[in-house]
């Protein structure tokens, strides 16, 4: 049966149950790395946003929903192996994530925080550079408005602020299906990746929809491989 794509799916994905199997929660957050790589490059941030502002100076990172905290791991890794620095913070309003997260460091040193991007304005937070990966999607307009509101509050008028996602298309959801299958009895057996990712396309934006709901200034960009940036930089905030 072909799947609707001409909307975004209201459908919940199986991790965010609140009663999602532990183990399988937790097989899943230990493969996003993987997956992550090949789909959202995050050498392509690293390269063009994050090593270039930590040339300059030492950068205070936030990584707004950082699930099992791949992201911020990675960058730490890469800025690690340059000789570089950043306080990063790993961000998640659910606790299973955080909790997975902190007792799977590896020595990166990063800040893990169970809490919304709200209550870090609230403490007087600030931040060089706001990122998200895979967070959008999950997010109706005014929740999209208020993550958004927040991240241009925690890094002022210099910063910088990058929230990357799937952009959703009958190529996207195809090629995901066909790449995921081989792979679904052996390195993403027990996880909920094959199946919550295709849930995510179905829930995710399409370039045109995503800047319908952006407020004035931000700016949607489209990458390969079928991926989304919302965008929004500070007047002196580039390197």
Known sequence: MSVDLSARADVVELMDDP????????????????????????????????????ARRRLRILDIGA???????????????????????????????IRWASAHDDGAGIRYRHAFS??????????????????????????????????????????LVSHHDIARSRLAYTAFAAGTWPLARNLLAGSFIRVDGLLSIRRSYTPRELAAVAPSGWEVRSHLPARLELRWEGADGRP
């Open 19 to 54: 009663d999602a199997d532990a183990d399988a929660l937790g097989r899943t957050y230990q493969r996003f790395g993987a997956v992550n790589a090949i789909v959202s490059r995050p050498g392509r941030l690293y390269r063009q946003d994050i090593r270039p502002r930590a």
């Open 67 to 97: 699930g099992g905290g791949d992201l911020c791991r990675y960058l730490a890794r890469r800025l690690r192996r340059d000789g570089l620095g950043a306080d990063i913070t790993a961000l998640d309003a659910d606790e299973r994530a």
């Open 118 to 159: 709200g209550d870090l304005v609230a403490e007087g937070d600030t931040y060089d550079v706001v990122l998200s990966n895979h967070v959008l999607h999950h997010l109706e307009p005014a929740e999209l408005r208020t993550v958004l509101d927040d991240s241009r509050t925690l890094v002022g008028s210099r910063g």
